[in-house]
């Protein structure tokens, strides 16, 4: 699954090089395939647990909140970094910042929605 998703990334980034104008498409298209990954990797871990479709769900759900958790909270956090670093130091700094600030706060948001997931 992880040569799925490298694969997947790598190609996203390929064609938004070669073609600029279908990359919100092609992006929008990338996302529902790794989500349709990952929810069918979720059905195969439970495929065959007693409650199945609760414990599926709740997987799922777990894992729809997380993203939109991650995209919320590590946009405004790459936004705000942006903002700030841009005027005192440059555009590339800043934005090297945001990524930096975008990506640590995914990584908080996963830490704490796995640790909250175990109960």
């Known amino acids: ?54 414990k599926i769900t709740k997987d799922i759900l777990i894992l729809l909140f997380t993203f939109l958790l991650v995209i919320a909270l590590g946009g405004m956090a790459g936004m705000y970094a942006n903002q700030y670093v841009t005027h005192r130091f440059g555009v590339i700094v800043g934005i090297f910042s945001a990524i930096i600030a975008s990506f640590t706060v995914g990584y908080l948001v996963k830490w704490g929605m796995g640790r909250v997931a175990k109960y």
């Open 1 to 54: 699954m992880k040569l799925i998703a490298l694969l997947l990334f790598v190609t996203m980034l390929l064609s938004i090089w070669r073609l600029p104008a279908l990359a919100p498409v092609l992006g929008v298209l990338f996302l529902f395939i790794s989500l349709a990954i990952s929810v069918s990797s979720i059905r195969k871990k439970h495929k065959d647990a007693e409650n199945a479709y609760r």
